[in-house]
């Protein structure tokens, strides 16, 4: 947002987005003048809840909870592979299944 030539700025997340709003909103305190986050559990609580099965899907949320400057570092080291892309489950699939229609599939 600084680059944007905004010093301070109010912040919405939904779902997901709120999680990326509440890292913002504590690792820049000073920036935020206003938080707003819907549909969304505390995050302690998604993790106690985890188990196997759909919560593997979760990985995401994992791989950003870790210390910084490991996500930021993995995440940026090749922006145009968009390997996270890649190890998505849907994603996977998608680009396996005979019955896709698609660029990356074929319609034998």
């Known amino acids: 947002m ?4 905004h010093d301070q700025f109010a912040v919405i997340g939904h779902d997901r ?3 990326v709003a509440y890292r ?5 305190p000073h920036k935020i003048t206003r938080l707003a986050v819907l549909n969304i559990i505390p ?5 106690e809840r985890m188990s196997g099965g759909p919560s ?3 990985w995401p949320s994992y791989l950003l909870a870790q210390p910084a400057p490991l996500p930021e ?4 080291a090749d922006p145009a592979e968009s390997w996270i892309m890649r190890l998505t489950p849907g994603h996977l ?3 396996q299944s005979p019955l896709s229609i698609g660029p990356h599939t074929s319609t034998r």
């Open 2 to 5: 600084s680059a944007l030539g």
């Open 17 to 19: 987005g709120a999680r």
């Open 24 to 28: 913002i909103a504590l690792d820049h």
């Open 43 to 47: 995050t302690i609580e998604q993790f």
């Open 56 to 58: 593997l899907g979760y």
């Open 73 to 76: 570092r993995l995440l940026s």
């Open 93 to 95: 699939i998608r680009q």
